[in-house]
């Protein structure tokens, strides 16, 4: 079958600042993938052409129903925005006055896990910074169809620079030349760029072996005899797969953006491949080739100065690393944690020193106190079911059928008349934005303010809920441990993957992924189905997305909005405890909810402020309320 390579490259945006090399990165990538067998399509405004979301759905649409295609590489190079965690955005053409002509890149990617397509790969060039207006990206189009069921493919996404930040374009020697640190480096990268990231797999005699280039020849050898040696047969290839993409081009681009303010760090979500998908092949004469030029590139740079010969940072090796002229190379030295996003620092609109933050969880990781510790308390509630409210004065909350119950200090208890039949409720703030609230039966829903805006949300259960009570009190180590990270990704951006990723959870009771630690007592705060859910989606388990919608559901009278919603179980008579997705990042999944939710709630989802929670501006919480109280 073959491969496709989908080339998108914007210049202008009414509203923005025109670029200079998005649409000529789209074509230098189209032309890495005609060299490297990919069938290309490119869409460019160059020539004034207006590059519009529907023809490109309409292609991806037909590509994926040809049957011809075993992957599919859908390249952008142009402006980003992100509204919040997960919620990304490309803008084309005519971004700057049609709301519809936003590409949701998140829904793109949900749905390309529904299509046949075995591997599907989204290579995002472009910022990932607030939008300038709330009302700017209120859905946007998904450019892969919604099919049928989920299959068992594989959805990966490279992004050129981390949550919150921009993505640079430099200027060559005129504005024609200039080009995208990240699409440049990229390319260099596919080319071969770095020998020890180029494998072949092979099996043999019921093993299977892993050969990468940088060891597999000696350059020496192959200098006096070609012919030396050989893959095994003569039909295997050297290839580039995504795994090994990320193994070494974050520091490529960050080295080659040194020096430019706020530098460029890329992210890459990859996820588990029980096979490799390679996406540049190189033939087995062609790896030679590779050696052999990087082996003349180490001695030419010998010759002129002393030092680091190949600029990977080390004396000598032999993996053929460059980087442009002009530009210094100067290692960058990462520590995990002070890698915790900048995100919340933006999304919160530099309310407070995300540098502080980081250092502050560095050192209480140090000292094994996490951030959370300094957040929950014991709760002491007689009741049923309550909203207790931390770190912020409320103005009033509302039930779904529009009764408004009262507030004592930070206190909103549930009358037990509305125990079984009301699990939405509406948080109002002084300043007039709104938060949805899940209320759950037999539960304390805390929600945690930080710096004016939702930090975290965790529910306990009451004395009146016996048996659950009873069994949170023994296990209450353990969801205070998993409300710890929760903290910790809450910092993050809620990018489960990236902030355990120094997390071995198989020594921590066996747990295999973010999910499967999060989904467990889920039952006693029904908090970490949300979380966990968020995480499976995350990662592309569909499975275990459904699992933990069954099991919450057996436990509890509601399950969270974007728990049932994540499951694609809407449609099912249990009730929901939310009107909407209380999670901003829901919003992203629009294909899910469409059809659920009143056109009055979606026309309120216009004034969503960014955020890692669901928070309407004024406009909105008026909108919400008429919709409360024309229930």
Not at 234 to 245: F, L, R
Not at 255 to 282: C, M, W
Not at 461 to 489: E, L, V
Request: proline share 4%; net charge negative; glycine share 6%.
């Amino acid at each position: 079958m073959s491969k496709l390579a989908v080339c998108i490259g914007v210049d202008k945006v009414a509203g923005f600042t025109p670029l200079n090399g998005a649409s000529l990165g789209a074509k230098q990538f189209s032309e890495w993938a005609s060299d490297h067998e990919y069938k290309v399509k490119v869409f460019t405004d160059e020539n004034n052409t207006v590059v519009r979301s529907s023809t490109i759905y309409e292609f991806i649409e037909l590509s994926i129903n040809s049957m011809e295609f075993s992957q599919i590489i859908v390249y952008f190079s142009g402006h980003g925005i992100s509204r919040a965690p997960n919620q990304e955005f490309w803008l084309l053409s005519q971004s700057g006055t049609n709301p519809n002509e936003f590409i949701n890149v998140t829904m793109s990617f949900d749905c390309a896990g529904t299509c046949n397509i075995p591997y599907v790969l989204f290579i995002s060039d472009a910022c990932r910074s607030l939008p300038t207006s709330f009302n700017q990206t209120a859905g946007g189009q998904t450019i892969f169809p919604l099919m049928d069921s989920y299959t068992s493919n594989v959805v990966d996404i490279f992004y050129a620079t981390r949550p919150g930040a921009p993505a640079f374009e430099v200027a060559g020697d005129n504005l024609k030349d200039s080009y995208g640190i990240f699409t440049e480096s990229l390319i260099d990268y596919l080319n071969g760029t770095y020998l020890d990231t180029i494998a072949n797999y092979d099996e043999y005699d019921g093993s299977h072996i892993k050969s990468i280039l940088s060891k597999y020849y000696d350059p020496l050898k192959l200098k006096s005899d070609i012919n030396y040696k050989s893959l095994r047969k003569p039909t295997h290839k050297w290839i580039i797969s995504a795994a090994e993409v990320q193994l070494r081009l974050k520091q490529l681009v960050e080295d080659r953006a040194f020096g430019i303010t706020k530098g460029q760090s890329p992210e890459f979500k990859v996820y588990n491949h029980e096979k490799e998908y390679p996406l540049s092949i190189f033939s087995d004469q062609q790896g030679k080739e590779l050696v052999l030029n990087a082996h003349e590139n180490i001695h030419e740079e010998e010759a002129g100065y002393e030092g680091d010969a190949d600029g990977d940072g080390d004396d000598g090796g032999s993996t053929g690393g460059f980087s442009k002229p002009g530009v210094p190379v100067v290692p960058i030295d990462v520590n995990p944690i002070f890698e915790l996003k900048d995100f919340s620092k933006n999304l919160w609109k530099n309310r407070f020193d995300q540098n502080l933050i980081s250092i502050e969880v560095n050192n209480k990781k140090e000292n094994n106190i996490l951030v959370s510790d300094q957040l929950f308390s014991e709760i002491e509630y007689s009741g049923r079911t309550a909203i207790i409210v931390r770190g912020i004065k409320a103005e009033a909350f509302f039930i779904q059928n529009g009764k408004r119950i009262q507030i004592n200090q930070d206190l909103i208890e549930i009358p037990d008349e509305y125990n079984s039949t009301q699990s939405s409720g509406l948080l109002v703030l002084r300043d007039g934005r709104s938060i949805p609230v899940s209320i759950i039966s037999g539960f304390i829903g805390e929600l945690i303010f930080k710096d004016g805006y939702l930090f975290t949300v965790n529910y306990t259960p009451t004395k009146q809920n016996t048996y659950t009570y009873q069994d949170f009190q023994s296990k209450k180590d353990m969801i205070m441990k998993k409300r710890n990270y929760i903290a910790i990704a809450a910092n993050n951006g809620f990018n489960y993957n990236e902030a355990f990723e120094k997390i071995d959870f198989d020594t921590i009771e066996n747990y295999d992924s973010p999910g499967s630690f999060l989904r467990i007592g889920k039952s006693l705060d029904p908090s970490l189905s949300l979380y966990a859910a968020y995480a499976f989606r995350e990662s592309g388990n569909w499975g275990k997305i459904n699992s933990v919608y069954d099991y919450i559901s057996r436990d509890t009278e509601a399950v969270i909005f974007d728990v049932a919603m994540l499951a694609a179980r809407l449609s099912n008579n249990k009730a929901t405890a939310a009107f909407c997705p209380v999670m901003s990042a829901g919003w992203a999944y629009s294909h899910l909810f469409k059809n659920y939710l009143d056109t009055r709630l979606i026309e309120a989802s216009n004034y969503l402020e960014p955020g890692l929670w669901t928070t309407f501006g004024h406009r909105g919480t008026d909108i919400i309320l008429l919709e409360f109280l024309n229930k």
